[in-house]
């Protein structure tokens, strides 16, 4: 089997090595990762400049690439240097990505994008401490959640997903055990509400921080309500495929009555 690894956190984090690791146990993997740190980085691709590799050494790796770019260019390079795989795994990331905004996570992207190539995909995080999010991840103990990548991935690889479904988004609870309990989930509609904030430099010139204050409330039966209620790994299984399931009949009713208006 041969398995292409990603992440957003960077080649060097200490979640793509664990990753690694767990993977390696069942077949060849091969690392393409963003040589710096690239969350919330969505499915941006490096357009108007040439991008960069370099190979790294990370231990049980078939081969790995360093890229300056997003996780979406990674999984792009992989494929245009190495063809096709069996299996495309994005993570562990350092931090949870829940709810509706997984679009703008450069974890859950990357395997959104090696999903629409074809390839099973799976987006797996770790919820850790806001802090221990910026940096590489020293002290974070991935080996929980390692286990939970071990055997979704095996399962996966040996049956395939679902009809219907391209991808699994996987949250891991940080004080998650091997026994702890699995729960298939869908996305919650929001985890943060964005705002800015204004602050004032040393010339006096204003500049801005785009932050977000955390939603707490959240309904039965979402990853959101799954991981932090309920302190399940929740696994949500992902369409790329985001048209509506409507009428198709009442929407062209509507667009026809607003033309005519």
């Known amino acids: ?19 690694v690791k767990a993977l390696s146990e069942l077949g060849e993997v091969y690392v393409v990762a963003p040589l710096f740190q690239r969350s919330a980085s969505g499915r941006a691709m490096t357009l108007h400049r040439p991008i960069r590799a370099k190979r790294v050494d990370v231990p ?11 996780p979406t260019d990674c999984v792009i390079f992989a494929l245009a240097r190495f063809g096709g795989f069996d299996l495309a795994v994005s993570g562990i990331n350092l931090g949870e990505n829940l709810s509706t905004e997984i679009t703008v ?20 995080s770790l919820e850790v401490e806001w802090k221990k999010t910026l940096g590489e991840g020293e002290g974070v103990d991935f080996s929980v959640s390692a286990h939970f ?7 996966v690889l040996e049956r395939g997903l679902p009809e219907g479904v391209d991808m699994l988004n996987v949250n891991v609870p940080s004080n998650a055990t091997e026994k702890t309990e ?14 800015v904030e204004e602050r004032i430099d040393p010339k006096g010139n204003p500049y801005y921080w785009i932050v977000g204050r955390l939603v707490q409330d959240f309904e039965p039966g979402t990853d959101a309500y799954a991981l932090k209620v309920e302190r399940k790994v929740s696994v949500t299984p992902i369409n790329i495929d985001m048209t509506a399931r409507v009428d198709f009949g009442e929407l062209e009713m509507l667009l026809e009555s607003t033309l005519k208006g």
Do not use: F, V
């Open 1 to 19: 089997m041969r398995i292409l690894l990603t992440n957003d956190d960077g080649i060097y984090s200490n979640g793509l090595r664990a990753a």
């Open 60 to 70: 049980g790796a078939r081969i790995a690439y360093g890229i300056d770019g997003t």
């Open 105 to 124: 996570s450069g974890t859950a992207s990357a395997a959104i994008e090696a999903s629409t190539h074809g390839i099973p995909s799976i987006a797996i």
């Open 149 to 155: 990548l071990r055997r979704i991935a095996g399962a």
């Open 182 to 195: 699995i729960a298939i989930t869908r996305l919650a509609r929001k985890r943060y509400c964005p705002t």
